[in-house]
């Protein structure tokens, strides 16, 4: 009886395409923060508080921001001037809807470029992957009641 070759897998662009835009990848070692997404992230309120950790690298101005995820990007402003909440602003809630983020889902926002005129954030979500049991402990800022969810 005559052996017959394996055939060779074939190669799914599809895959490829998803995974070379920025579905996952290792942090460069730029300056990043994470978070689990909280009820005032998402619907109706849509607010997005930038860790004060971030605050000594990113310029205290309104500038504009693009958040790039998946390939595509959304543009819209950071407010760096209020003295403690300083946030993302018209268009942080064209991505939330855009990429259906929610309430639980992981964001890691890692900071390519920042100056004085633009900032760039490239942006990962995980989905799905927070324990629901867990859930009742995300507050309003995207921190748990016990320890902030945000960390070093």
């Known amino acids: 009886m005559e052996e017959v070759p394996l055939a060779q897998p074939e190669l799914n662009t599809m895959e490829k395409s998803e995974f070379e ?7 460069s070692g730029k ?3 994470h978070l689990i997404i909280g009820k005032s992230n998402v619907k ?3 607010q997005m508080v930038v860790p004060t950790k971030l605050h000594q690298v990113i310029p205290s101005l309104v500038i504009p921001t693009v958040l790039s995820c998946r390939g595509k ?3 819209m402003s950071y407010n760096g001037t209020p003295a403690r909440h300083k946030k993302f602003v018209s ?3 064209a991505f939330v809807d855009d990429n259906n983020v929610k309430v639980g889902d992981a964001c890691v926002f890692e900071l390519m470029e920042c100056c004085s005129t633009k900032l760039v954030f490239r942006v990962q979500i995980l989905k799905g992957d927070f324990p629901s049991e867990l ?3 995300v507050s309003l ?3 748990s009641s016990d320890a902030p969810i945000v960390i070093d």
Do not use: A, T, V
């Open 21 to 27: 835009g920025d579905e996952h990848w290792p942090l």
């Open 31 to 33: 300056p990043y923060f």
């Open 44 to 46: 109706p309120q849509y």
């Open 73 to 75: 990007n959304w543009e």
């Open 91 to 93: 268009g942080w809630r």
């Open 135 to 137: 859930l009742d402990k």
């Open 141 to 143: 800022e995207g921190e």
